[in-house]
């Protein structure tokens, strides 16, 4: 009998989904992707909620190489039809989100993906062995199985904090977006996000009083550099608190949400900055906005998959793998355990990518096909205009520094050169001899630095032999020998990101080559 087997079941038809549906089509694989609702994209049907994604959208660059200009293209996914760029769809800096359905329902059409969509999954079990296929089952009762089994559900639940009384408030997907029902009302806001400051900017013309509170400092996005920081598209509400206009940040916990009789609230708030002395404000509104999270209920327990970060995201192996559920794979915004708060596998530009990695990782370990590389000559003169080239134009180690490198394992007098592999991916393709990953990566304690103050200034852009103290993105090369500390060579930051000064970024990366292969062992 024929085995109906499929060799990838995909749970979702969200943006990571159709990524990942897109390489495995183009590879001639069998798959099927499950979608819940009757369209691909139905997240931004509802979010966000205002409605204006803060995913830049940059058409006009000065640039006609489409790879330099997907390092300002944050919403478009990744396919060889110029025709399927998201900068076609929109002229908004900050587009509309009915943009991005349109886009992503266009994507799945003219790609050909197999999609069955009013398909939720209400239950994933794996009857066999461990490592037997995953039977899938829809609340249609019908069942798929699969060899593997990728999810992209992306983050679906609500993520609740433990506050009494939390569920007579509002939540940010429920609360109404209408400013009018709003007027001259003290509102409360639980979260310091872009969900909550996009909910307090919606208020400001109507709202009497606007609290936004959070136990931890606000973090701009503009001084961390991770995009998922308060983004400078929803801060408005900051210049009303500082400059005196009745709104505030409160910088604690809330302890009990009280709902009074007449509808109205009283809220227990325990501040940072004052030893925790705690307060009761009234309220007429609560509002929660405090992200998201994981649903992993569909799963039976035997292939549960451990979840990390206070149960919000499933824990990955380096090659988007449970890390306890062998062939159960992820892909889009819940792969964020990676670089949590700190890169950007949790946004299309940057999952876009860890999805091309990760089917590159699913083709060389199930297919037998090899990790795609080019051979060099294995002097340090080619090694460095190698590594030039791509740092000057790569929007994969761009778009997710420190995440994705590329690997050169050196062989004799040849070397191969392999691209966009996580970084700490073990094993094949690397192997176990050594090698050199290339990175681009903010420098140490970037996150404490004002970009805007002008006596903390940048490292000369000159000055090759301090790059290591450079506070912004610039390349990194590591060489990793076995049984030792991997050895860093700095490439000088560049205002402009242009590395290929031959005194400044050249020759000391020749210099560098020149000393490391020399102790490759042969």
Request: aromatic fraction near 10%.
């Amino acid at each position: 009998m024929p085995d109906n087997t499929l060799d990838y079941l995909v749970i979702g038809a969200g943006p990571a989904g159709l990524q990942l549906g897109y390489f495995l089509h183009r590879a001639g694989r069998t798959y099927r992707i499950l979608e819940a609702g009757p369209e691909p994209g139905q997240f931004f049907r509802t979010f966000p909620r205002h409605r204006t994604l803060i995913s830049i959208n940059k058409k006009h660059t000065g640039w006609d190489d489409p790879e330099l200009n997907l390092r300002m293209d944050w919403n478009s996914l990744l396919s060889d039809d110029p025709g399927l760029l998201f900068t076609r769809y929109s002229d908004r800096y900050f587009p509309h989100a009915d943009d991005m359905v349109r886009y992503l329902g266009d994507f799945a059409g003219k790609c050909g993906l197999r999609i069955s969509y009013d398909s939720p999954v209400v239950r994933v079990d794996r009857p066999g062995p461990p490592t037997g296929p995953f039977r899938v089952t829809d609340d249609h009762g019908r069942t798929y199985e699969a060899h593997r089994l990728v999810v992209a559900t992306g983050v679906t639940r609500p993520n609740i904090p433990p506050i009494p009384g939390i569920e007579t408030a509002d939540t940010y997907g429920t609360a109404s977006t209408d400013p009018a029902h709003y007027v001259n009302q003290r509102v409360l806001i639980i979260g310091k996000g872009n969900s909550g400051f996009e909910t307090a900017d919606n208020l400001i013309e109507t709202a009497a009083v606007i609290h936004v509170s959070g136990p931890h400092s606000l973090r701009m996005a503009w001084r961390t550099h991770y995009v998922g920081h308060l983004r400078a598209v929803n801060n408005g509400l900051l210049d009303t608190y500082q400059l005196k206009s009745q709104n505030a940040l409160l910088d604690g916990d809330v302890r009990r949400i009280e709902r009074q009789p007449d509808g109205t609230y009283l809220v227990t708030v325990a501040f940072a900055r004052v030893n925790e002395v705690t307060k009761d404000i009234p309220y007429d509104r609560v509002i929660v906005c405090t992200g998201f999270r994981f649903d992993a209920s569909i799963f039976a327990d035997e292939c549960r998959p451990d979840l990390v970060i206070n149960g919000r995201f499933p824990a990955l192996t380096p090659a988007y793998e449970s890390v306890n559920v062998p062939d159960l794979y992820f892909a889009g915004t819940i792969t964020q355990s990676r670089d949590f708060r700190h890169g950007t596998s949790g946004f299309i530009h940057g999952f876009r990518y860890g999805a091309r990695a990760l089917h590159r990782v699913l083709e060389s370990r199930h297919h037998d096909v090899p990790w795609p590389a080019r051979v060099l000559p294995a002097n340090p003169a080619a090694l460095a205009e190698a590594v030039i080239g791509r740092v000057n134009r790569t929007s994969a180690l761009w778009q997710q520094f420190g995440l994705l490198a590329d690997v050169i394992v050196v062989d004799g007098d040849t070397a191969r050169y392999l691209e966009e592999l996580p970084h700490d991916l073990q094993g094949p393709p690397i192997g176990d001899r050594g090698h050199f990953t290339i990175t681009l990566e903010y420098g140490p304690e970037h996150d404490q630095v004002d970009p805007f103050d002008i006596e903390v200034g940048r490292i000369s852009q000159s000055d090759s032999a301090r790059a290591h103290e450079g506070h912004y993105l610039h390349p990194v090369v590591r060489h990793h020998l076995p049984g030792e500390p991997p050895v860093a060579h700095h490439i000088t930051e560049n205002l402009e990101n242009e590395w290929d000064s031959p005194e400044v970024h050249v020759e000391p990366l020749r210099a560098f080559f020149a000393d490391r292969t020399s102790s490759v062992p042969a």
